[in-house]
């Protein structure tokens, strides 16, 4: 397994930017491909993005498309995700996955877990 943690999280205005980070050790993150996931209080973990280890591909839930971008660091075994234009209904605990198979957007295809980042959006 991987062992993962996220950082980068904070309180922020509505409109406004934060850059999470995603640090890796163990087997390599490229080895990987990479999830990001949510959970507001009250309701299920939802999926954000993925990024692709063929080719770097990206993709997003329709929510943050536009949005957010997920970008990796080979050199330093961490992945980001930007987030711009934050809502107040995206504050959530947010958490990076290492990708072990099936469909990227279900939580269950993924074997290794961050402890998660807080994020909080305020008007």
């Known amino acids: 397994q991987v062992q993962l943690v996220e950082s980068g999280g904070g309180s922020v205005q509505a409109g406004g930017s934060l850059r999470l980070s995603c640090a890796a050790s163990g087997r390599a993150f490229s080895s990987h491909g990479m999830g990001w996931f949510r959970q507001a209080p009250g309701k299920e973990r939802e999926f954000v993005g993925y990024?692709?280890?063929?080719?770097?591909?990206?993709f997003y839930s329709d929510s943050v498309k536009g949005r957010f971008s997920i970008t990796g660091d080979n050199v330093k075994n961490t992945v980001y995700l930007q987030m711009n234009s934050l809502k107040p209904e995206e504050t959530a605990l947010y958490y990076c996955?290492?990708?072990?198979?099936?469909?990227?957007?279900?939580?269950?295809?993924?074997?290794?877990w961050g402890q998660g980042t807080q994020v909080m959006v305020s008007w």
């Open positions: 990024l692709s280890r063929i080719g770097g591909g990206t």
């Open positions: 996955a290492a990708h072990r198979s099936g469909l990227y957007y279900y939580s269950s295809s993924y074997d290794s």
